[in-house]
């Protein structure tokens, strides 16, 4: 459930933009972290939403999946992408607000959180949600089992992504605060168990290529409306916002914004995937 989203609405125009960064990386990792090869891996996608993750990674080989959301609206678009799979057996559902997760763990081999977890945290000098999300799952797997997050990182959103380069500056502290950095999320994971972490920047949206570099987009308000922190925008702010964008676009200064966000996101990337694991 999240803070600040109505997914009920959101999921029916979701997958219109929308795209899993990293999945290669995970492909590759996973099986490095897990010593299974990718076939025999049992994931489940904590905050699954319409089943993004979980497609592209069974499509790449992945042995089965857990799809966990919050929200029905999601879940629903879920099931009929990942239709196929059910058939095989291969997928199953549940429908949980983190940080409750009344799953059966005992097949679990990989936790992931795609995005997600600034979703159900308010608490934003503690992490409270997240410690006790992390301190739910972990109780219940053993300690061969792998915790994977995405998310962006402070720097990450402030200079790599020109859309979010844009918003108030109120907006941009806040989604700062909101994804928890590595410094507050490795002791949290310390406490709960794990002895080791692995961070990967990786350059890829989590928007489509083709949607991310159209610029006329962004004057929808339906666009605008599916990222998460256009929604904390008042209505004046926002207006203010689309009348900036379509300056930027008319005097061609938009170009060079996206240029050199272009030349950030080559050095630092667009999200990070953090992984969590026990060396025994």
Known sequence: MSLFEDYNTI???YDETRSP????????KLPQLTGKGLSELHVLDAGCGTGNYA??????GLGKVTCLDANSGMLSKAKLKLNEYVKQGRVGFIEAVLPDMPINYESIDVVMFNFVLHH????????????ETMVN???????????????FTPQQLRESL??????????????EKMFIQRKDLEPILQEVGFNSYENLMICESVLSEDD???HTAILNKSWRSNRSLWNLLTAEEDKFFESNIRELIDSGEWAEIVAVCESRRKAIGDCCLSFAYNVI
């Open 11 to 13: 999921s029916l125009r």
């Open 21 to 28: 960064p990293g999945v290669t990386s995970y492909a590759s």
């Open 55 to 60: 497609k592209e990674l069974l499509d790449a």
């Open 120 to 131: 159900v945290e308010s608490d934003y000098v503690n992490y409270s949600k997240t410690r």
């Open 137 to 151: 799952v972990c109780k219940q797997l053993s300690s061969r089992v792998i915790v994977c997050i995405a998310a």
């Open 162 to 175: 020109w859309f979010y380069k844009l918003l108030p500056e109120r907006i941009m502290q806040r989604g």
């Open 212 to 214: 991310y570099y159209n």
